[in-house]
């Protein structure tokens, strides 16, 4: 099968050289573009094998990111193409694992040997991501207490289950000698031949093996050993799963060691250090709450310490406040409901899960946190937060606090699942207070969640959270005499198709009655197909169409109409700043979003429109009518109370921690 290869470089002159030199070298060129949309385009089309790609594209792009891209939707090698051969230029290109680099000007014979070797190196990459790929779904199928180690004896795996019963954390055994890690030197040489028959024998291997734990007591394990990968090649090692033997001394179940915190008790402030959990699988809502939320309690307690533990991709672009800082975990996105994957890393979603899980425990673990604040999902992600929230009720001394929005989907279909997950015994066991960001008036999830009255007791109404612009972000774009709308849907991840699609159609056919012009905010998740499209729609119109920006406040105080989805922190951001607000909730995987929209509409706080009435004619006509309306300002200061933030940090106040 001839190999295709795509060439991105935005100098035509380039472009044609190395055209002629890799079809004379026996390739097949499946396109060449200039620039990144072009590049992404054509991919899409021919599915290359190779890029070779300029570092330096026209409109502004940048090769590195398109190469990104296309390496993690097409699992294609990447030769970078540049003039210069520096440092800088070479960790530029390191995290997208360039296959080689072709310096201007270059010769037939550089081009082989690049071509060539990265051919190579890439079947070798794929052959250790496919044994990898094995490997984790091999190990997702193995119970118990498992190790991985190389031909060297050196740990490169450890599960939740090893660490809990070796009493190491699984980070801290990564790179030692399993011996050590397993404290059994009375028995290293007898052990370590068990362990090289094992790394050349095809059949499983076991023995006892008996040791010293860090507690100085006596436990004998049955060690059971698998080989794996080519015995004898730096690519061998061996798989041990141990077990303790019945009859060695040993506590009923292996347990999370717990450091038990004593001390007199204080009130939140000074020397108080507080994990903020955001639930962080869909859109930028659950960040951007959590993120208010720190800042006001910064704001409140500076001598405080506040760790946001967040797997979003966008947590990079919000500001933490002096006496913060975050634990980025690796991202999830939503692909059905109740379902999660690895955003960005090529993992089973098992994997992911248990990644996450043990990230999150030893950062407890580490940090010893007086005060926890979990965002929106009592359990995590998948149940992510079990063992920590075990960890800390055994260690004592943190104050555990689950904060809810106030619409979370239908309550048929949340008290059925909490019923199915028991998440109704963990709000009952791990939690001290259940705080709702929302008002018990416009909705209450105590009733219609039906939560237990010993939670209900434990649970208080702090109004609703929205972001509060800083004075610098209180300017407004420059006038225009046309009055603005604003199109946005939140982190992009839903409304596309349901919202910025049909007003851009709305826009194309009633071109001679639009008097307004319209700012879009797609939002940093839309994906790359969906993006180009709009961009495209949005040619000739006067529309100015962005990914993300930090902050939406001067947007939103200078429209006149908002357009948006849904979601809680949308609709809080535009009661408190919008003059007039059209909802299209999203209704893709639940209803909170049509429930919300709704509840505003019968309140007269917005119109509320479904996804599936809306279209270029029913747009357009609503629009007109809306914008003729008088503002909502004084309706808006008789509704729904904002100052959920500041009030979560007068809450914090009043709580007594240990430590």
């Given amino acids: ?302 001598e405080a310490s506040v760790l946001l533990i967040t797997g979003s991709p966008m947590a990079h672009r919000y500001g933490m406040p002096q006496g913060s800082d975050y634990v980025k975990l690796p991202a999830l996105v939503k692909v059905e409901a109740e379902r999660y994957e690895a955003r960005s890393l090529q993992i089973s979603s098992e994997s992911i899960q248990s990644l996450r899980s043990n990230l999150i425990l030893h950062t407890m673990r580490d940090y010893q946190p007086n005060v926890l604040l979990v965002d929106h999902s009592p359990t995590g992600s998948k149940g992510e937060l079990l063992p920590s929230l075990k960890y800390l009720q055994e260690r004592g001394g943190c ?83 046309r009055p603005m709308v604003l199109v946005t849907i939140g982190g992009g991840d839903g409304g596309a198709d349901t919202v910025i699609e049909p007003f851009l159609a709305m826009m194309h056919r009633y071109r001679d009655r639009i008097t307004f012009r319209a700012e879009i905010l797609t939002g940093p998740f839309v994906d790359t197909e969906s993006e180009h499209r709009l961009k495209t729609a949005a040619e000739g119109l006067p529309v100015r169409l962005q990914t993300f920006i930090p902050s939406t406040a001067a947007l939103l105080k200078e429209a006149e109409l908002v357009i948006a989805t849904a979601g809680y922190n949308t609709t809080t951001d535009l009661l408190a700043m919008a003059k007039r607000a059209l909802l299209i909730p999203r209704v893709l995987y639940r209803e909170e979003q049509w429930l919300r929209a709704s509840r505003l509409h019968d309140l007269s706080l917005a119109t509320c429109l479904h996804p599936d009435k809306v279209n270029p004619e029913t747009l357009l006509q609503t629009i007109e009518s809306m914008l003729q309306d008088t503002p909502l300002v004084h309706a808006r200061k008789k509704g729904l109370p904002l100052s959920g933030a500041r009030n979560f940090a007068e809450f914090c106040a009043t709580l007594q921690v240990t430590g």
């Avoid at 290293?188 to 095809?202: F, G, H």
């Avoid at 015994?425 to 259940?434: A, F, G, N």
């Avoid at 960001?437 to 039906?450: I, S, T």
Wanted: charged share 25%.
């Fill in 1 to 302: 099968m001839n190999r295709k290869i795509l060439i991105v470089e935005d100098e035509m002159v380039v472009q044609l050289h190395l055209s002629r030199i890799v079809e004379e070298l026996g390739y097949e060129v499946v396109g060449t573009a200039a620039d990144q949309d072009e590049a992404l385009e054509l991919a899409a089309q021919s599915r290359p094998d190779l890029v070779l790609m300029d570092i330096h594209l026209a409109s502004n792009t940048d090769g590195v990111d398109t190469a990104a891209q296309l390496v993690q939707k097409y699992d294609c090698a990447v030769i970078f193409i540049s003039a210069y051969a520096d440092q800088a230029t070479v960790d530029r290109t390191a995290h997208v694992g360039a296959a080689g680099y072709l310096v201007k000007p270059f010769t037939q014979a550089q081009v082989r040997a690049a071509i060539s070797t990265a051919f190579a190196s890439h079947g070798r990459l794929q052959k250790e991501q496919q044994r990898t790929s094995s490997l984790a779904a091999l190990l997702q199928r193995v119970g118990g207490a498992v190790f991985v180690i190389d031909n060297k004896g050196r740990i490169t795996f450890a599960n939740q289950s090893a660490a809990e019963l070796t009493g190491w954390p699984v980070y801290k055994t990564y790179g030692r000698d399993f011996l050590e890690v397993l404290g059994a030197d009375q028995e290293s040489d007898r052990m370590r031949s068990a362990m090289a028959q094992a790394l050349t024998c095809k059949e499983s291997q076991s023995t006892e093996l008996e040791v010293i734990d860090l507690q100085g007591k006596r436990r004998v394990f049955e060690v059971a050993m698998e080989s794996l990968g080519d015995a004898g090649t730096a690519e061998g090692g061996i798989l041990l799963r141990l077990g303790q033997r019945t009859d060695s001394p040993k506590a009923a179940q292996p347990t999370i060691p717990a450091i038990a915190v004593h001390g007199p008790q204080r009130l939140f402030g000074k020397g108080t250090r507080m994990v903020v959990y955001s639930h962080d699988t869909f859109g930028l809502g659950h960040l951007r709450r959590c993120s208010a939320l720190i800042k006001a309690v910064c704001a409140r307690h500076p």
């Fill in 399 to 481: 104050q555990r606090i689950l904060g809810l929005r106030d619409i979370i989907d239908a309550p048929a279909a949340v008290t059925s699942l909490w019923r199915k997950t028991g998440v109704y015994k963990v709000l009952e066991d791990h939690y001290d207070h259940v705080v709702i960001y929302g008002n018990r008036a416009f909705y209450d999830p105590v009733v219609q969640y039906e939560l237990p009255a010993s939670v209900a007791q434990r649970t208080r109404f702090l109004d609703y959270v929205c972001n509060e612009p800083d004075k610098a972000e209180e300017t407004v774009s420059a006038r225009d005499p």
